[in-house]
């Protein structure tokens, strides 16, 4: 069962220190992907751009700057109002937006209510999905059994 905690905001694009744009975006997070969250912008346009990173790095974005590389995250205020700064970067370009920090916060905080920090990899699957892998078959025992003991052991009874 995948269970989704989604919102919708308005984030802004900042095109110079001057001046900024408004960008309808969803961040979404799923527990059968529970290491990662989604960032939709453009909610509703006929090209929206998808991002995909790490719910980690957000959460500690949320309190200290995190990331490199592709994704930098930090806390800062603007204008006396505080702000979760994402900086992206890709072959195609780079963006700054600012996202309101308590809308930010309060999204982080019902991801992690969901799926609690640790608990991650019991909804993978992966210790099933390990321990059948490695759950000898009959027919395995031909294949784990000494050949060379057999023969000795003949031609010792010989």
């Known amino acids: ?44 346009s006929e090209s929206p751009v998808h991002w995909t990173f790490a719910r980690e790095l957000l959460v500690e974005g949320v309190f200290r700057p995190s990331g490199h590389g592709d994704v930098r995250i930090w806390p800062t205020k603007v204008h006396d109002e505080g702000v979760i700064c994402v900086a992206l970067t890709s072959p195609d370009g780079d963006a700054l937006l600012e996202v309101p920090s308590a809308a930010a916060a309060a999204w982080v905080e019902r991801t992690l209510r969901v ?44």
């Open 115 to 158: 799926v609690p920090p640790g608990t991650e990899s019991t909804l993978l699957g992966l210790e099933g999905a390990l321990a059948e892998l490695l759950t000898p078959l009959p027919a395995d025992d031909l294949w784990l059994s000494d050949p060379w003991s057999q023969e000795d052991q003949q031609e010792g009874e010989a």
């Open 1 to 44: 069962m995948q269970n989704a905690v989604e919102r919708e905001l308005e984030v802004k694009l900042v095109l110079s220190p001057e001046r900024s744009v408004p960008v309808p975006a969803r961040l979404s997070y799923f527990t059968d992907d529970p290491y990662a969250v989604h960032i939709t912008f453009h909610v509703g």
